[in-house]
């Protein structure tokens, strides 16, 4: 089945600055790729998604980059704030199942002042 | 108002004991789903359901049986239980497929196994 490597596991930057989250899968078939935030106690919830058809998706200061060629795809967060600090999920799904979205481990963001 | 409503948020249950966990989604959608979140796997898939079939099933162990009863239900009954069993488990849904439109997440059941 799918494997998606996301890194990197934590992740601090200062506030303003740019924070970027990488992920890589195995299944070239695979054909959609969400991010999700989960902040302590509270269920994730997505933020951000592209589709294969997409090399490049923003939504306000999110940015999703899709490389099909190398399986990569990653987010990035410009101009963070301390209300970005969360764990980051990215997956992938549409490989050998479409009822499967298998998460990447996680990435911890903590923005700081 | 949460649209997925899992019970209980928590729950004790002691080794070799059987649990259910409750899961209703009121979004209308077709397909359902079973994630585990621990410390050491974090989101792990379980199963997926679509109008009430079994899509997939990443459980090794058979002590793992979800069960649904109607269209937006998806029970999970875990038997014998073991403290490694002890996580977050996260219902989820979607209209159709994983991969045509958005999974939303419960609030998840925190179990804990002594």
């Known amino acids: 089945g799918e494997q998606v490597e996301q890194l990197p596991s934590i992740l601090r930057v200062q506030e303003g600055s740019s924070a970027s989250i990488n992920c890589s899968y195995e299944d070239s078939a695979s054909n959609y790729f969400p991010w999700y935030k989960q902040e302590p106690g509270e269920n994730p919830k997505l933020i951000i998604d592209i589709r294969s058809n997409m090399e490049r998706k923003q939504i306000q200061e999110l940015i999703v980059l899709l490389d099909k060629k190398a399986k990569r795809f990653s987010l990035h967060i410009t101009d963070t704030q301390p209300g970005d600090s969360a764990m980051y999920f990215c997956?992938?799904?549409?490989?050998?199942?479409?009822?499967?979205?298998?998460f990447g481990k996680g990435t911890l963001l903590t923005v700081t002042p | 108002d949460p649209k997925i409503i899992q019970k209980p948020k928590y729950l004790v249950a002691v080794t070799g004991s059987e649990k259910i966990l409750i899961c209703e989604q009121y979004l209308g959608h077709n397909a359902m789903y079973w994630y585990r979140q621990s410390a050491k796997k974090p989101l792990e898939f379980m199963f997926s359901y679509s109008y009430q079939k079994l899509m997939d099933n990443q459980t090794a162990s058979s002590r793992f049986q979800p069960q649904s009863s109607k269209k937006n239900h998806l029970d999970l009954q875990i038997t014998a239980l073991k403290p490694d069993d002890s996580a977050t488990y996260f219902c989820?849904?979607?209209?159709?497929?994983?991969?045509?439109?958005?999974?939303?997440f419960g609030e998840g059941s925190k179990l804990t196994v002594l």
């Open positions: 997956a992938a799904s549409g490989g050998g199942s479409n009822y499967k979205l298998t």
């Open positions: 989820a849904s979607s209209q159709e497929t994983a991969n045509t439109g958005q999974l939303y």
